[in-house]
């Protein structure tokens, strides 16, 4: 899923993002940063996140998803 960072508190780790397709807010998971190029956010940051068993964001990662329409890789040059 993809969507942008609504709040986020470095000292504690909180936060709240809104998905892209339907605005639903949903808080960071303790984890969400774990792992990722994140050492922290900032609002309006666009990121991509999967939700954990308690529908919490985790996972946190840059890039684009296909069925966003985003494209994986840029065209190729015309001739």
Known sequence: ??????????GTGSGVL????????YELAPDALEGSIFRMLRQGQRVIFDLDG?????RLRLGSEPDMASPSEPPAPRQ
């Open 18 to 25: 809104i998905r892209d397709t339907d605005r639903a807010e």
């Open 1 to 10: 899923m993809q969507g942008v960072i609504k709040s986020y508190d470095p």
């Open 54 to 58: 308690s529908e919490r964001a985790t």
